[in-house]
């Protein structure tokens, strides 16, 4: 197959994370886009995959995933191929495995094994609940942990309308970006001391700990609100998604009272709605919602869009991702790169989010094809060609 590479122009010499080298045992879509995130910062991720399924994410999900990474095959079933990662592991800053508990245990690929032959590794653990507790060993996916969280009780408009959400909440917040943290305070601190660390990450933690919203409340009234009934979820009238006339929304965020003010009086006309900005009876906020529906559903959404213009007042429209994509603010941020991967075909790709002085993200890899570098990694692993071609004859390696 012909390989993804893309011609690299970023500014890789001075990369935050150059020289870093990561390992990447993770599949579908926590592990690779926290790695991911390392990758766009100038770390060398080898995104590490089994020689039967592999990676099984959907193949739109994986190659927007798993950008600036070299793909390998390794069979870790096979002493041979614990082997290999084992030499692997000797040179590399990070490893991360998003495996059930106590899989890496009986692949010798555990951080007892590998510490061991690299005290300075980082070994970072991804799994639904974590290494231990009673949930341990429970298979999940991002909707079960936002509902053992409490997450996803406090997602939508009414208590009787429960959502779900195209941007999961825990594989993404929870996995990806905290295991993301926890790698580079840990990389931090090996390069001080020259010891690695062990890191346990849980998706179902990581959700919890974001929950402070809706723990605030429970601090301050004893318990939290349903759904819709809290100040952010719906309760109040000048925080909510209003239906224009055309079937789109206005997304109303004006909780400060100059924004409140600006909204009524200069795009929506109506003065007399100014008073009622966050009076604490509900009624009074259900009438008021009720009004802002009533108006904004007789107008269209270019129609809003064009009394918006000009007035600040924390009101936007509500787009979809196809329009965010082609918006001149995110055009200009840099915020989207579109690509034509040798294999998936053209792609729209979302940049990374963190800007730095001296480092520009580009896209020097496309997604690897499954074992696309596997004897350019084993060869710097220190095998002979002969040895890696025994490794492929025998299956325990693959090449794309």
């Not at 910062?41 to 070299?70: F, S």
């Not at 692997?88 to 495996?99: H, N, P, Q």
């Not at 195209?166 to 001080?192: E, F, K, S």
Request: proline share 6%.
């Amino acid at each position: 197959m012909p390989p993804s590479d893309t011609t690299a122009t970023a500014n890789t010499d001075t990369a935050p994370l150059r020289g870093v080298r990561v390992l990447d045992l993770t599949r579908l879509l926590p592990g690779p886009l926290g790695t991911q995130y390392l990758a766009d910062m100038g770390a060398d991720v080898i995104k590490i995959e089994d020689t039967g399924a592999g990676d099984y994410a959907h193949p739109a999900l994986r190659a927007v995933c798993n950008r600036n990474k070299r793909g390998l095959q390794l069979d870790l079933k096979h002493p041979d191929g614990q082997a290999a990662l084992v030499a692997l592991a000797r040179t590399a800053d990070v490893l991360i495995e998003g495996f059930r508990p106590g899989v890496t245990e009986r692949l010798g690929a555990d951080y007892a094994t590998l510490s061991r032959h690299n005290p300075r590794l980082v070994y970072c653990s991804l799994s639904g609940y974590g290494q231990d507790g009673p949930l341990r060993d429970a298979a999940g996916h991002d909707i079960n942990y936002t509902g053992y969280t409490g997450v996803a009780d406090q997602i939508g408009s009414a208590p009787d309308a429960p959502a779900l959400s195209n941007l999961p909440i825990a594989d993404v917040m929870g996995g990806a970006l905290t295991a993301a943290l926890g790698i580079l305070a840990a990389l931090y601190d090996a390069q001080r001391s020259g010891r690695g660390r062990y890191l346990d990450i849980a998706l179902a933690d990581g959700a919890l700990a974001g929950a402070v919203v809706a723990l605030a409340t429970l601090n301050e009234h004893g318990a939290t609100r349903p759904a819709g009934g809290d100040a952010l979820s719906g309760a109040l009238a000048c925080y909510h998604q209003y239906r224009t006339h055309d079937g789109r929304y206005l997304a109303v965020g004006a909780l400060e009272p100059k924004f409140w003010q600006a909204f009524c009086e200069q795009v929506l006309g109506r003065p007399d709605l100014v008073q009622w900005h966050r009076d604490p009876r509900p009624s009074q906020q259900e009438s008021v919602r009720a009004e802002l529906q009533r108006i904004i559903g007789e107008q269209s959404l270019a129609y809003w869009r064009e009394r918006l213009s000009g007035v600040d007042c924390c009101v936007t429209p509500v787009l979809k991702l196809e329009e965010t994509l082609t918006h001149p603010h995110f055009i200009a941020r840099g915020m989207v790169r579109r690509t034509m991967h040798p294999v998936y075909g053209e792609m729209a790709h979302l940049a990374s989010p963190i800007r730095m002085s001296g480092h520009t993200f580009d896209i020097t890899r496309q997604a690897p094809l499954p074992g696309e570098h596997t004897r350019e990694i084993l060869r710097q692993a220190g095998y002979a060609d002969a040895a890696i071609d025994g490794l492929i004859a025998n299956g325990i390696a693959r090449t794309a």
